[in-house]
C-alpha cells in the first residue's frame, strides 16, 4: 500500500471532497445534493460568506438551500473581523477533523482557490520576523499613492505574484513584499514548493466548469437578482452598523460598488456595470487558478447536458474509485 506523508497510508488519510468552480456557475445547489448522498458536511470556502449580515453580495446559501446538510464558515464572523487564509486553514482543518469523527465526510465547497489550495496541501504560512515599520511605510504608501503604485513594487520583484494578487488586495500585495524583504525569496515560489507537498488528505478535487458566455450570462443574472433582492439595502444596513470601505470584508465584489455609488462616487448605473465586469473577471481569474492546479477532475457541464443527475453519478463514481465510497 502507498504510503503519504508521516509514514501514513492513503486509507489512513482523512476523506475530503472538493467543489469548486468560477462564480455563478452553479457549486451551491450541485454540492447540497451531493453532500447528501455521501453523508457529507460542508465547510465553506468562500471568503465572504463566513460574515453575518452579508448575504446578499455573497450570494450566501440559504436555510432553504441547504436542505438540512450542515454547513461550517457561514455567518461566523461579524464583517468588522478580519477573515483570512490562516484563519481560514485553522477553521477549516478543525471542522474537517469534527465531521470525519461523526463518521461523515467534509465537502469543501466554494470559488476561493488559495483557501483550498491552503488547506488541501496544509501550507505553512509561518510569519518570519515582521518589520512592522517596513509594513506601515508600505500601507502609507498606498494610502497617498495608490493600491497600483503597491501592486507595480511586486512585479517588479515577484511578477507571478502580482499575476495572480489583485492590486486591491492590498493585505496581500503588503504580505508578499514582506515576504521578499524577510527572506530574500519571492512568495510566489514558497507557495509553489509548498503546494508541491503531498496532501495529508485523501481527496478528489473536482471543478465544476460551463462555457464561458453561459457563465457571463449566470453572472449577469445574478447581479440583477441580486439588486432586485436588495443588495443597496443590505449595504446601507452594514454601513449604518459601522462598516467602512477599508475593511476587508468591504471589499468584496457587490460590497465596494454600491458603498461607491452610496458615496456619490459613480451612478448607479455605472456601480451596476462595474460589479458585472469585475464578476465576470473574476470568474476568469478563478478559471486560470484552478487550471494551474494539480490532481483536479474537471466537471464541463456541457458534457453532462447540464443535468445535475447525470453529474453527480460521475462524482460519485469517482468518489468510489478513490475509496472515499464504499
Known sequence: MQKGILGMTEK????????????????????????????????????????????????????????????????EFDPSEEFHVVKFQEYAKRY?????????????????GFYIQAVLYDIDFTENGSDHSYRESLQELADTKGAEALHDMLRSVDPVSA????????KRVIRALEYYRETGQRISE????????????????????????????????????MLEQGLVREVETLQKNGCTRDMVSMQGL???????????????????RILKRDTR??????????RRERDVTWVNKDEFACDNERILQFMTEKLRGAGILE
Open 12 to 75: 489512513q488519510k482523512l476523506p475530503l471532497v472538493i467543489l469548486t468552480g468560477p462564480t455563478a456557475v452553479g457549486k451551491t445547489e450541485l454540492s447540497v445534493e451531493l453532500a447528501r448522498r455521501i453523508g457529507g458536511e460542508i465547510i465553506s470556502a468562500d471568503s465572504m460568506q463566513v460574515y453575518r449580515g452579508m448575504d446578499i453580495g455573497s450570494a450566501k446559501v440559504t436555510r432553504e438551500e441547504m436542505q438540512g446538510v450542515p454547513h461550517y464558515l457561514i455567518d
Open 96 to 112: 474537517i477533523s469534527e465531521i470525519c469523527k461523526k463518521g461523515k465526510i467534509p465537502v469543501l465547497v466554494g470559488g476561493t
Open 163 to 170: 499575476d495572480t494578487i489583485h492590486a486591491n488586495n492590498v
Open 190 to 225: 514558497h507557495n509553489e514548493e509548498e503546494r508541491q507537498k503531498e496532501s495529508p488528505y485523501r481527496f478528489v478535487y473536482f471543478v465544476l466548469n460551463d462555457d464561458r458566455q453561459s457563465i457571463y450570462r449566470r453572472i449577469d443574472l445574478r447581479v440583477d437578482r
Open 254 to 272: 457587490g460590497y465596494k460598488e454600491i458603498l461607491d455609488y452610496l458615496s456619490g462616487t459613480i451612478s448607479y448605473e455605472e456601480a451596476v
Open 281 to 290: 473577471h473574476f470568474a476568469k481569474r478563478q478559471l486560470t487558478w484552478f
